[in-house]
């Protein structure tokens, strides 16, 4: 949580971190600030101080709405930068970033570089930063031990975010469910009141739209994917495919809050009008480890144990997964779940290379998603809710939905 | 334009591209692979070579559509390189990239590095790269001498995207007038059918909800700011607030093809009701300078000469400008316009610091946007199109939409 930041800086042997980029889609900023039009800006946050956030002058009354300390670009005149660096654009902004470290009080020490960008312009100008600098180390994290440690665990106002995402994804796949149990089976097709076959496409901007109209946001699309896609995890769909009965549907849904704020992640798979054998056969498989997976659940145990155990459940039913058979794409594909909150997919990681650290802590917050999938049988069947863990170790979804196979349609 | 890209790579000495990050909401490598739906992907274009889009196994059909040779991250087993990098992950990962670079034929000479991801990460990854692979160069551009000079100008198939996205951008413009002159009026308040007072925030959430409905995205959200808030350029303007008569509002709208694709940048200036005097001379100053720009506009001209054309003409009127007064924030506060494509800003730029070469070429897209702010006084005006210029010299918005300031409502 935020309040760990301080003692998570200490114990790393930071002095600073330096989060670069936009308010809106980028997740280390918006922790800090919320969601805010800011669309150019920087955060300092020294050890012991308050954050303080740079904005351009255009931006001043949104800037404001973070609450936070803020200087206006306008203290560093375009006009003094470029004569003390030559005109070199890039050294400009190295000095910019230079004095601005100074006017936080950052000299030395270890500074952690953080923020969604376009990665090309800051390289050079973090380099241009490290040599204008030599006193200070400019480093990044693959594992980031100090904000996505302070995110791991989700306070109140966070858990109240993603709940709120929850009911929006939610009521938006029930009424995909009333949409598609509204239309007419013909032929195998499902068919509008036209006459005409419901593509994928139609239903995935329908998505869309109700997302928008519960203010939320689809950055990366929707997974609607039916037969032989539905055996590929991440294949989304194609739109132009007409719907068939019979046929398992993955729908995997995660969207997030207007402008980039907290996400939501959910699957269903779905057979319109009736499951053929086989669909059902894995469905009740995936259903039986989900629950399994779900009543052993345990405060503080190690997210990746239950990817070891869903996977001793699936090799037991005889499916193939990435332990017995390393790049396989058939069976138990990818890992049970992951962590979420500002990014769709954060710690805790469930992947056998995950860390020891990766628990189920209070507070975390995380998906459950098990799945087979058979491609070259035309066949693939996942279930994802999103969880939280109360401090006394009570698990449950952050929203409730029916976990049913079978959407009936008009005959 | 994509076909330049390999001589502007031999004239700017570059082995190769190394493009990172997802297919989507990502300027650089959509440029290449088209939106698809790959979350998690590189790609290498060798000097002389064709790109090659790397991706995960699970997105391998989606990776597919991109059209581009392709290759999965599973070539690179885990294992392998965890045994060979001692298990640190951030050295692994420098190992994958100096695979893939080998696997590329690239073993030399100067990397440019792109994409839009966490910059934290990559920084550390890209260090850790730099020193395994010595022979390489890694440079990162602010000023991009490849990428950004080939989307200088636009080929038929993008021009074909922003004059979608500026008929979807005028028709929800369109939508929101309509909606709000069938309101009513009443003490200077507009009401709805209910008698309950218009917000900003109802606007802003329709406008979401008719750009979701034609297939756009607003990632950044809608500028429709009032009064004294339409007196600062990037205020969005306050959700809260009941719209009322005879107020300038700004509604500046610049969404993008779902997923991230081609922008749109409109913005025009209303009053509802009525305009009082001094909005209406502001507004037709404003007016005046943009049509006299817009008449003056050359093939081949520095776009910057025009931004100081129009502080010429606003200073002329007697209001002050960034040339006049430094760090202003009444009168023309901001540059003329900017470049736009796959990022909502990009070249050309008319500022008095733009380089000569931002041109108004043939094919290149870019705002023309004066306005006048005066924030103390309640009142802020700007009128923008996103304008096109063909090789014979015409000039023209990539959309039509009247200029009008006055939208009637019911009295």
């Known amino acids: ?38 669309s150019k800006a920087d955060l ?40 003390e660096a030559g005109g070199d654009t890039t050294q400009m902004m190295a000095l910019r970033y230079e004095r601005m470290l100074r006017d936080c009080g950052v000299t030395q020490g270890r500074v952690a570089i953080y923020g969604q960008q376009e990665i090309g312009p800051q390289f050079a100008i973090l380099n241009a930063l490290q040599q204008r600098m030599p006193e200070l180390t400019l480093v990044g994290f693959v594992n980031d031990p100090i904000l996505s ?27 995909v469910a009333d949409f598609l149990s509204s239309q007419h089976a013909r032929d195998g097709l ?20 109700w997302l928008a109209e519960a203010g939320a946001e689809n950055p990366e699309g929707t997974i609607f994917a039916q037969g032989r896609d539905a055996g590929v995890p991440h294949s989304t769909g194609n739109d132009a495919e007409a719907l068939r009965l019979g046929q398992t549907i993955v729908f995997d849904i995660f969207p997030c809050q207007a402008r980039g704020g907290y996400f939501y992640d959910f699957t269903r798979t779905w057979c319109l009008g009736y499951a ?44 193939p997964t990435l332990r017995t058979h390393p790049g396989t794409q058939s069976g138990f594909v990818h890992s049970l779940g992951h962590g979420l909150g500002l990014r769709v997919h954060e710690r805790p990681w469930s992947s056998t290379t995950a860390s ?8 975390t917050v995380f998906t459950i998603e098990p799945g087979l999938y058979y491609p070259e049988r035309g066949l693939g069947v996942r279930l994802e809710d999103t969880y939280t863990v109360t401090p006394d170790g009570h698990f449950a979804p952050l929203a409730d939905f029916p976990l049913d196979l079978v959407l009936p349609v008009h005959g």
């Open 44 to 83: 300092i946050l020294r050890r012991g101080a308050e954050p303080v956030l740079f904005h351009g002058s255009m931006e001043r009354d949104e800037a404001a709405q973070s609450g936070l300390p803020r200087r206006d670009y306008e203290q560093y005149p375009w006009k003094e930068l470029q004569q």
């Open 190 to 209: 499902l068919l509008d009141k036209q006459g005409q076959p419901v593509t994928i496409g139609r239903v995935k901007s329908l998505i869309d739209l």
């Open 149 to 175: 440690q302070a995110m791991f665990r989700k306070d109140e106002t966070e858990l109240a975010h993603i709940r709120h995402m929850g009911q929006i994804t939610t009521s938006v796949v029930g009424r």
């Open 276 to 319: 053929p054998d086989e669909a059902l056969q894995l469905y009740e498989q995936v259903r039986h480890v989900y629950e399994t997976i779900r009543s052993e659940l345990q405060l503080d145990a190690p997210f990746r144990s239950y990817h070891e155990r869903t996977c001793e459940l699936f090799e037991a039913m005889g499916h």
């Open 356 to 363: 020891a650290g990766d628990i189920l802590a209070a507070g």
């Open 1 to 38: 949580m935020k309040n760990e930041i301080q003692t998570l800086m200490q114990e790393n042997d930071l002095e600073a971190l330096l989060v670069m980029g936009p308010a809106q889609h980028n997740p280390a900023m918006v922790y800090f600030t919320g969601l805010v039009h800011v």
